[in-house]
């Protein structure tokens, strides 16, 4: 899991990246926070966990690195989307700022767990 894991980190390095342009270009700085979550929970933070996988490849072979990889990558494109709406006053986006926040919270304590059980 730990490539998949960088290999998805770089994609939202690039979409940040492309969103900083994008942002810097027109002026318009009100999707900064959109690209703030994008590099800190997307390449930074997947990043360093496929690292830690590839480090310690006992860690990536659990069925909880899976679920937390499709639980992060499901919740930060809705979160990222939601928050987009919350800035075009959207008026369900609320819902979906929490619900992209918990799924993230959700996969990080899975990885957490993970990190306590095989780690010894």
Same mark, same amino acid.
Request: charged share 10%.
């Given at each position: 899991?730990?490539?998949?894991?960088?290999?998805?980190?770089?994609?939202?390095?690039?979409?940040?990246?492309?969103?900083?342009?994008?942002?810097?270009?027109?002026?318009?700085?009100?999707?900064?926070?959109?690209?703030? =979550?994008?590099?800190? #929970?997307?390449?930074?933070? %997947?990043? +360093? /966990? &496929?690292?830690? @996988?590839?480090?310690?490849? !006992?860690?990536?072979?659990?069925?909880?690195?899976?679920?937390?990889?499709?639980? =992060?990558?499901?919740? #930060?494109?809705?979160?990222? %989307?939601? +928050? /987009? &709406?919350?800035? @075009?006053?959207?008026?369900? !986006?609320?819902?979906?700022?929490?619900?992209?926040?918990?799924?993230?919270?959700?996969?990080?304590?899975?990885?957490?767990?993970?990190?306590?059980?095989?780690?010894?």
């Amino acid at each position: 899991m730990g490539k998949q894991f960088l290999k998805i980190a770089a994609v939202y390095f690039a979409l940040g990246a492309l969103l900083n342009v994008i942002i810097g270009v027109s002026g318009d700085y009100s999707l900064s926070n959109v690209q703030s =979550h994008i590099h800190l #929970l997307g390449w930074t933070t %997947l990043g +360093i /966990i &496929g690292l830690i @996988y590839v480090a310690f490849p !006992a860690l990536s072979v659990t069925i909880l690195a899976r679920i937390h990889f499709w639980m =992060h990558n499901i919740g #930060l494109p809705v979160l990222v %989307l939601a +928050i /987009i &709406g919350k800035n @075009y006053e959207v008026a369900e !986006a609320g819902v979906w700022v929490v619900t992209g926040w918990v799924l993230l919270a959700a996969g990080i304590m899975l990885f957490m767990v993970n990190m306590w059980d095989r780690l010894r």
